[in-house]
């Protein structure tokens, strides 16, 4: 049986967010062959760690969204662990995150910053809200963007209450299309040789979603 590479062999992804919708992208990019490196806060690391149910002291959620990826541990708030991640930068293809808009420029980590160390680096960042507008600051989760974007008012009985998918596909949709955008920009710096800033958010995957509904 002849055997094929995998497509994103040999590409290098520094991930440093956290919870669903990036860590979901970094696990699927890691699935097509992405060599990703979670980053995690020593002070307890990805929140999802502590989502029930769990097997052997491992939550079954961070285990999905957090496979097939290496692990290190940095405080980003220490300029020493600012220097590490500088250091992973300048050979890496792709960093993901998904502070709230300007927490990374704080830590000195920002696009602009890392495309002067590395201009072939795509850099994807995850919001609720987008990084324009007037909500780009504002912090958001699924059930605020289910609610916000107006898809739990469709959701449920006809005469009953708004309800909350129980899925979190807002997450989840958001985390394939960065996914998506990302592959998308690697093709893109094989024929210009320049990365690219790609942008993804919650409430902009909401509303594609909502261009059609049964």
């Not at 049986?1 to 994103?8: I, N, S």
């Not at 290496?70 to 930068?89: I, S, Y």
């Not at 995850?126 to 739990?152: C, H, N, W």
């Not at 989840?172 to 998506?180: E, F, N």
């Amino acid at each position: 049986m002849t055997t094929f590479p995998l497509a994103l062999d040999g590409i290098r992804v520094i991930d440093l967010s956290r919870v669903i919708a990036g860590p979901w992208c970094g696990a699927l990019l890691a699935d097509l062959g992405a060599d990703v490196i979670k980053v995690e806060d020593p002070g307890g690391g990805d929140e999802s760690r502590t989502w029930p149910p769990h097997k052997d002291g491992e939550a079954a959620a961070y285990l999905l969204f957090n496979r097939n990826k290496r692990g290190l541990q940095l405080d980003l708030k220490q300029p020493e662990a600012v220097e590490v991640v500088k250091a992973l930068v300048a050979s890496a293809d792709v960093v993901i995150e998904n502070f709230r808009t300007g927490t990374m420029e704080s830590f000195g980590l920002g696009y602009d910053a890392l495309a002067a160390i590395n201009p072939r680096l795509i850099y994807c960042s995850v919001s609720a809200f987008g990084r324009t507008g007037p909500r780009k600051d504002s912090p958001g989760y699924e059930a605020l963007l289910q609610a916000f974007s107006g898809i739990m008012s469709i959701t449920g009985e006809p005469e009953g209450p708004p309800v909350r998918s129980a899925v979190s596909f807002l997450d989840l949709t958001t985390g394939i299309l960065c996914t998506l955008g990302i592959c998308a920009a690697i093709l893109q710096r094989e024929r210009t040789g320049l990365g690219q800033r790609v942008d993804g958010s919650l409430l902009e995957t909401a509303l594609s979603l909502l261009a059609y509904h049964a």
